[in-house]
């Protein structure tokens, strides 16, 4: 059978779009439309490159920081914050301080009424006085009834010894006949009642003694039993002058002049104190993030108060429990604050950190725009006296707007980055027309 011509036609256009349709489910078509593209001397990469469509910088040495970022809050240290209340019940009497006033470690925060508490006072002075004194008497007294008990033996003894003289005189007068019997007995009579008296004395002296001895005792507990009672007086009394326990910023006041301040088993709090100098950061740092981060390494963090100041800081602390929030997991991380600029900062204040944890010095870098990938192949365009072409290279860590490049480029060579379209006074690419292709 015979095709006429404008048969073959259709027959020829729709082999051609079978063929097209299998070669683009399959891939090959783009690789044809290259291959053509490279025939026609349209494609060739080196031949497509220009320097007009780029802008040149050197292959530079500087150092690269490996970072890791993380958001945190600006928080108290333990122990920054202290809640003051009162010891004793009673009308707030006076208040001295207002929110934002900065006070002193031991200034006067209020007073609470305290009348009935300073009479108490007075009335225990007065009862130690008196203690005191009845001390005092005992101890000057004492030894006086104890000197006339020896006194009176002393006396005793005297006459004891005279007695014994008369009763051996009269034992010898009596052997040669000039005394009676009756003498001598009535000498012996006075000997042997002085030497009762003296015996019955020296226990007195003994029981007048240990008794002086008790009652100096005796007085010396009441009078510690009256300093103590007197020193809980005072110290309830000073419960009533509500000092700061430490300097800082009064931060809240919930007890204001003429209120009853109830105190019971805990004190209640009308008081806050901050001790703005001791801030810490805590910031959070992912999983995939965490096993760079080390004690010791150096930190900057900006406030949104002042976006373009950084503070400096030091890993403190890593918390070794996860927090998990959202299915995240994130670890907390301390970082304490540079002393220096620690009075600009408050708590709660947002923080954005960025930490160090690593550096490689004076190594290669480009900027990123320098860098093209296709595929698996990463390479720059690098000029050549006066062509361009393009280097494979290997590249290594990453910070700001640079990379560091570990091969394929040394130090002083130079690398193009493309040109950024300008827009037009249309608003499109270009200085005035459609952006046009790099």
């Not at 801030?279 to 740092?285: G, N, P, Q």
């Amino acid at each position: 059978m015979k095709i006429s011509g404008r048969g073959r036609f259709f027959v020829l256009l729709a082999v051609f779009l079978g063929l097209s349709a299998w070669l683009l489910n399959s891939g090959q078509l783009t690789f044809l439309t290259r291959g053509l593209k490279g025939l026609t001397g349209g494609g060739g990469k080196q031949n497509k490159l220009k320097a007009e469509d780029f802008d040149f910088e050197l292959v530079q040495k500087r150092d690269v920081h490996q970072k890791v970022l993380a958001t945190g809050t600006v928080t108290l240290k333990t122990g920054a914050e202290v809640k003051i209340g009162a010891r004793v019940s009673g009308q707030l009497q006076e208040l001295k301080v207002k929110i934002g006033d900065y006070v002193k470690e031991g200034d006067t925060i209020a007073v609470i009424e305290h009348e009935d508490m300073a009479a108490r006072v007075s009335r225990l002075r007065a009862e130690l006085l008196e203690g005191e004194a009845s001390l005092e008497k005992i101890v000057q007294e004492g030894p006086l009834e104890v000197n006339k008990d020896r006194a009176e033996i002393e006396q005793l003894n005297t006459q004891l010894r005279l007695a014994e003289k008369m009763f051996k005189r009269n034992t010898e007068l009596n052997e040669k006949g000039v005394v009676s019997d009756t003498v001598v007995d009535q000498a012996l009579e006075e000997v042997e009642v002085l030497q009762s008296k003296i015996k019955l004395s020296q226990e007195q002296l003994k029981l007048q003694q240990t008794q002086v001895k008790m009652d100096a005792q005796l007085a010396r507990a009441r009078v510690e039993r009256a300093r103590a009672n007197l020193m809980e007086g005072e110290t309830q009394l000073s419960y009533a002058t509500i000092k700061a326990s430490m300097s800082g910023i009064v931060a809240f006041i919930s007890t204001q002049e003429g209120e009853t301040v109830v105190a019971s088993l805990s004190a209640p709090t009308f008081v806050n104190l901050l001790d703005l100098s001791k801030l810490e950061v805590t910031t959070y740092v992912d999983e995939t993030d965490i096993g760079r981060v080390k004690m010791g390494q150096q930190a900057l963090f900006t406030v949104d108060t002042y976006p373009e100041k950084f503070f400096k800081s030091v890993v403190r602390e890593i918390h070794p429990k996860a927090v998990i929030k959202d299915n995240v997991v994130n670890y907390e991380v301390i970082l304490e604050i540079d002393k220096e600029a620690i009075q600009l900062l408050r708590p709660e204040m947002t923080a954005n950190v960025v930490i160090t944890t690593g550096v490689h010095k004076d190594v290669r870098v480009i900027p990123k725009r320098a860098v093209k990938r296709e595929g698996k192949k990463t390479f720059a365009v690098v000029r050549e006296r006066d062509k361009l072409v393009e280097k494979t290279i290997e590249t290594g860590w990453r910070e700001d707007q640079v990379i560091e490049v570990t091969s394929g480029l040394n130090e002083g060579e130079q690398v193009g980055l493309p040109k950024k379209p300008e827009l037009g006074e249309n608003g499109n690419k270009g200085p005035g027309g459609p952006g046009r292709r790099q």
